[in-house]
């Protein structure tokens, strides 16, 4: 009763400041418990750090789960299979997620590989602070007074930026009025590939 659909998911702080983060739970009502707690966009895979597979996000219920996860002190990585967290209309054979943390550096990678790629796969990062998109392939942040980077192929997706106006004041309270949903889609469609994107500290 008090799952979210973000198996896979991440956040990202530098210098005890988050940077790419979960926008958490808002005030509890009849509807986070209810047959509609899904329709509020804090409980979906969509609003969290991770992908929509064939325009799928992630599925609600106990037999979504992930697989396979392994964690590595020494390298500071940490792996986990996400095919089964999506239901049978996402067509994913397998969605192996990756970080790996070096100093001052996140690599986030994508391994994937599609039973049919019937849409273009959308990769989301929630964020807040000041966000500049206007060259392709670098979204610059900047959250009191840290700055960071995530770079990826701009050859491989389009960029765009949702603002979510926050009028919970339990959300509000820790992020402000708005945050950003940035959303990596795909310029095509395809059965296997490996996405990767990398956030640096500046």
Request: glycine fraction near 6%; aromatic fraction near 12%; proline fraction near 2%.
């Amino acid at each position: 009763s008090h799952n979210h659909n973000d198996i896979g998911s991440f956040v990202l702080y530098y210098d005890n400041t988050p940077i790419m983060i979960d926008a958490g739970v808002g005030t509890y009502t009849r509807q986070t418990f209810s047959s509609e707690r899904y329709s509020i966009w804090t409980m979906q895979g969509n609003y969290h750090n991770i992908p929509m597979i064939n325009g799928v996000p992630e599925k609600y219920g106990k037999k979504y789960k992930a697989t396979n996860a392994r964690a590595d002190r020494r390298s500071m990585s940490f792996s986990v299979e996400l095919a089964s967290a999506y239901p049978k209309e996402a067509c994913v054979e397998s969605w192996v997620r990756s970080y790996q943390l070096k100093k001052g550096k996140l690599t986030v990678s994508d391994n994937f590989k599609l039973s049919q790629a019937k849409a273009a796969n959308i990769v989301n990062f929630l964020t807040w602070g000041d966000i500049d998109i206007s060259k392709k392939g670098v979204v610059n942040i900047s959250v009191k007074g840290v700055k960071a980077q995530l770079s990826y192929d701009a050859n491989t997706f389009e960029q765009s930026i949702e603002t979510i106006e926050l009028t919970d004041k339990r959300l509000s309270d820790v992020w402000g009025n708005k945050i950003y949903r940035l959303s990596l889609k795909a310029k095509t469609t395809a059965k296997s590939g490996i996405y990767k994107y990398d956030i640096t500290k500046k």
